[in-house]
């Protein structure tokens, strides 16, 4: 068994599948049972399974006419076919004649019971003719169930994205005898009466498989939660997700509903560091090549909470922050507002110098149509002064030509004798 930390450069999707892989393995490594005993394929050619449905609830009672169903597995087609259908007697006994045994293919024994239809795979059991099925009452309460732990651990990242690969390991025991089942036909429904777990903030890419019987995944707003029935005993539940991160790691605050025996966090040595408020620090753990620095603790109440910080992770190079920006193109946005800045200084300078312009310095056109005035007035003038006009005649001509020169606004101080002034009637004088 190997598994592998990776902090990985790649793309996001081949260093995902690098993580679905890893999640199974360390599904195997967590949850396996070593001690549990494995049944052999049966060796004899059986013509016959024969069996019984019990119910497992103190005091419950096997309903008469319950259906069986004899499945077979078609290993080389991938496919599930029912083979044949039987109804238990009073005594909850059922049997199936003339099975026929076939190359590649296995049989399932299922009980046709609602929610909860339990199951047995033939090629695990010894004595086909003492089959039994174990059914439940049914109840909506989660009080019997509870964490024996909860492994969190993040095997995989990518730094260029800034991206954790998070896988979980949990297990459960259901310590009543009755079938958690969810009443999902309640209006008034609300995922506290849900088989519940919490995830990081911007948690992506969920992933949940189980050893429970079938049910739905629901997104509720901390996290997900669970439709699938929780019968007696133990079983293992595997949650794999993506958390990005902002700076150098994330925070997660860990509730936990049903409580827990144990708790373990892990994360690799040279990927950060992790700190809890109600975990310790533990020895390292090796898995295969791989170190993990260890926060655990134990025996939590149900409904208390751990706040867990996961720091020091891997950042990008300063060349792939650099090509993330430029493949972002927000280099574009960037650009255009800088130039746009820029632009709007520029034009904003020229209107503030065009209303502070001094007045030597006004429009040639202007300075030439009151100079053409002044040496019109002049010329008048002249011509007055030599009896060449009539001074009805001049004054009129004059006075319009002033009033011109006025209308250029603010004429150069050069300019005043000679619109303002006029000479003597006598020009002998």
């Known amino acids: 068994m190997i598994i592998r930390q990776l902090i990985s450069h790649q793309s996001p999707r081949a260093w995902w599948s690098r993580l679905s892989v890893t999640a199974i393995v360390i599904a195997l490594f967590f949850a396996y049972d070593f001690d549990k005993p494995r049944i052999a394929n049966a060796q004899n050619p059986e013509t016959e399974i ?35 259908s039987t109804l238990t007697d009073e005594y909850g006994i059922f ?4 099975v026929v045994h076939r190359s590649g293919v296995n049989f399932r024994v299922v009980a046709n019971t609602g929610t909860h239809t ?3 795979d033939m090629q695990l059991v010894e004595n086909w003719q003492a089959v039994e099925l174990t059914i439940y009452d049914e109840t909506t309460s989660l009080e019997q169930i509870t964490i024996k732990s909860y492994v969190l ?11 954790a690969g998070v896988l979980s390991v949990i297990n459960l025991n259901n310590a009543g005898d009755r079938v958690w089942i ?19 903030l911007g948690y992506k890419d969920l992933s949940v498989e189980s050893e429970l019987p079938p049910g739905n995944i629901l997104d509720i707003a901390t996290g997900f939660a669970m439709t699938n029935p929780i019968p007696p005993g133990d079983a293992t ?12 790691g994330f925070d997660f605050t860990l509730k936990l509903p049903y ?5 373990r966090m892990l994360l690799t040595d040279e990927a950060g560091f992790i700190k809890a408020d109600k975990l310790d620090p533990t020895e390292p753990v090796t898995v295969a090549d791989s170190i993990f620095n260890a926060v655990e603790g134990g025996n939590f109440s149900v409904n208390e909470r751990i706040s867990i910080s996961f720091t020091g992770m891997p950042q990008p190079t300063p060349l792939q922050t650099i090509s993330e920006f430029l493949n972002s193109r927000t280099y574009v946005y960037v650009l255009v507002g800088t130039l746009g800045l820029a632009l709007l200084a520029l034009l904003s300078y020229a209107i503030f110098r065009s209303q502070r312009k001094p007045k030597g310095h006004r429009d040639n056109n202007e300075i030439d149509r009151r100079m053409e005035i002044i040496k019109e007035i002049a010329t008048l003038d002249e011509q007055y002064e030599n009896h060449n006009t009539d001074e009805t005649e001049y004054k009129k001509r004059r006075n319009e030509l002033k009033q011109k020169a006025i209308a250029t606004h603010e004429p150069s101080s050069l300019e005043n004798p000679i619109i303002n002034g006029e000479p003597s009637k006598d020009p002998e004088e």
């Open 237 to 248: 539940i595997l949650i794999s997700y993506i958390v990005p991160y902002e700076g150098d």
């Open 50 to 84: 024969t069996g019984k449905i019990i119910n497992g609830t103190h005091g419950g009672n096997v309903p008469a006419d319950t259906e069986v169903l004899l499945l077979a597995i078609d290993l080389v087609n991938n496919q599930i076919i029912e083979e044949a």
């Open 182 to 200: 969810p009443d999902l036909k309640n209006p008034n429904l609300t995922g506290l009466d849900l088989f519940r777990f919490n995830l990081p």
């Open 153 to 163: 651990m993040v095997p995989t990242i990518n730094a260029r994205e800034r991206e």
């Open 259 to 263: 409580g827990a025996t144990q708790i």
């Open 95 to 98: 049997r199936f004649n003339n």
């Open 118 to 120: 339990p199951t047995v």
